[in-house]
C-alpha cells in the first residue's frame, strides 16, 4: 500500500503580506479555507511574540475555522509563558514549540532542547496534559532527539532549512543527518515531522526518508500563490508528494 504523509500547510506569509498594509487583505482564515479546500491535512500558524505575521486574532479565527472543518491546528510557539497561557486558552490538536529571536529574518534552526529540560519539560506536561499534541521543531541531532523523548514530546519536527539550503555532497551529508535522527526518533516512540524551506522538489527528495509521516510547508507555497494562485500550489505540492511516494510504493 502506498504510504500517505499528511500535509500541513503555514499560512504566516499571507499575513505578512496583509501586514505590510496594516489592512485585513490577504485574509490568512480565506488561504486557510483554500488550503483545506485544496488538500491541506492540516493548518499551521506561527504565532511569533512580536506578532509579525499571524496575530492573536488571527489565532481565534484559526481555531474556530479548523474545529468547524474538524481539521487540525498546528500552532507553532516559543516557550514562553504568554505563549503557553494562549495555548492552553485555544487548545489546538498541537502545539509545536519553536525557538525564536526577534533579530532573526525566519526560524534559523532547531529549538534547544538539550541541556534546557527544566524550563521545556514542564510546557509540554502542561500542554499535553490538556490534550494538546506536542511537536518539537528540532536540528536532526543524536543530542536533541534524545532530549525530545526525555521530556515527554509525542512528535519532533526536524527543520529541514538547511537540507534544502545546501546542494551536492553536502546536502546529502545532510539528509543523512536527517535519516539518521528520523530513525532514532522512530525508535524511541516519536512522531517523525519535517518542515522549513521545503519547495515542491525537496519536499518530494525529503519523503525518501520512510519514518516521516507530515510535512509542513509555508513560505514558498504562498511565493508559489502569487504566480498560480494558493489552490493549484497546495494541488501540486500533493501531487509531488503522492508522485514520490508512489515510486517509493512500486
Ligand atoms: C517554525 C517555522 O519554520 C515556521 O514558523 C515558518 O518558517 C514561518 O515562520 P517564520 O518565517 O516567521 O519563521
Ligand atoms: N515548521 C515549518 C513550517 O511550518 C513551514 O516553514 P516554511 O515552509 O514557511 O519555511
Redesign the pocket.
Known amino acids: 500500500m502506498t504510504r500517505h504523509v499528511r500535509l500541513g500547510v503555514?499560512i504566516?506569509?499571507v499575513a505578512t503580506v496583509r501586514n505590510a498594509r496594516g489592512g485585513a487583505h490577504p485574509d490568512p482564515a480565506r488561504a486557510a479555507e483554500q488550503a483545506l479546500a485544496a488538500g491541506a491535512d492540516g493548518i499551521?500558524a506561527h504565532l511569533r511574540e512580536d506578532r509579525r505575521h499571524i496575530t492573536d486574532a488571527d489565532i481565534d479565527i484559526l481555531s474556530a475555522l479548523c474545529r468547524r472543518a474538524n481539521r487540525p491546528l498546528n500552532l507553532?510557539m516559543a516557550v514562553t509563558d504568554e505563549m503557553l497561557a494562549i495555548a492552553l486558552r485555544h487548545k489546538p490538536h498541537a502545539a509545536?514549540l519553536v525557538p525564536e529571536r526577534r533579530e532573526e529574518v525566519?526560524t534559523e534552526g532547531g529549538l534547544a532542547v538539550a541541556g534546557f529540560e527544566p524550563r521545556i519539560q514542564p510546557v509540554v506536561k502542561a500542554l499535553a496534559d490538556a490534550g494538546v499534541r506536542v511537536s518539537l521543531?528540532i536540528e536532526p541531532s543524536e543530542e536533541q532527539v534524545t532530549a525530545a523523548a526525555a521530556v515527554g514530546a509525542q512528535v519532533v519536527?526536524f527543520h529541514t532549512g538547511r537540507y534544502c539550503h545546501l546542494s551536492g555532497a553536502d546536502r546529502a551529508i545532510e539528509f543523512k543527518r536527517l535519516q539518521a535522527a528520523a530513525t532514532q526518533a522512530h525508535a524511541l516512540g516519536l512522531e517523525v515531522h519535517a518542515?522549513?524551506?521545503?519547495d515542491y522538489a525537496t519536499a518530494a527528495t525529503i519523503l525518501d526518508i520512510p519514518e516521516i509521516v507530515e510535512l509542513?510547508?509555508?513560505?514558498?507555497l504562498i511565493g508559489e500563490a502569487v504566480f498560480t494562485g494558493l489552490d493549484a500550489a497546495i494541488r501540486r505540492m500533493r501531487a509531488a508528494m503522492d508522485a514520490a511516494l508512489s515510486v517509493q510504493g512500486a
Open positions: 503555514n504566516d506569509h499551521t507553532e509545536c525566519t521543531f519536527e518542515g522549513h524551506g521545503l509542513n510547508i509555508g513560505h514558498f
